[in-house]
């Protein structure tokens, strides 16, 4: 049974600091691209960053550009999102999830987000002003 969990979430101040993770089990980690999206209240969801299965290929929305970094530790399991000088407008539910491909990211992986099988159940992000 696949298990895909997120952690690292919480109340930070503007220009602040959080770090994700997104811990997967019962998958062969290194045989996914892993995706953070966030939703905010009233929005759709969004695509903010992709990484590939080796974590030589990385995508960025440009909203979190230069901000957030995305890394993967296959031998942990464990994807992570360091986000840096944090805004209100990141304020979201964050969620990590996970497709079987050996393709490299881009734009495109951060739209259609009914391709990704694996999902986990979100952590929540609040930046104060």
């Known amino acids: 049974q696949v298990q895909v969990v997120e952690s690292g979430g919480g109340l930070v101040q503007v220009g602040g600091s959080l770090r994700l993770s997104c811990t997967a089990s019962?998958?062969?980690?290194?045989?996914?691209?892993m995706v953070w999206f966030r939703q905010a209240p009233g929005k759709e969801r969004e695509g903010v960053s992709c990484i590939n299965w080796n974590g030589r290929s990385t995508y960025y929305t440009a909203s979190v550009r230069g901000r957030f970094t995305i890394s993967r530790d296959n031998a942990k399991n464990t994807l992570y999102l360091q986000m840096n000088s944090l805004k209100p407008e990141d304020t979201a539910m964050y969620y990590c999830?996970?497709?079987?491909?050996?393709?490299?990211?881009?734009?495109?992986?951060?739209?259609?987000?009914?391709?990704?099988?694996?999902w986990g159940q979100g952590t929540q992000v609040t930046v104060s002003s």
């Open positions: 019962g998958l062969t980690f290194g045989d996914y691209a």
């Open positions: 999830a996970a497709v079987q491909t050996r393709a490299f990211c881009a734009g495109s992986s951060l739209s259609g987000s009914s391709r990704y099988t694996y």
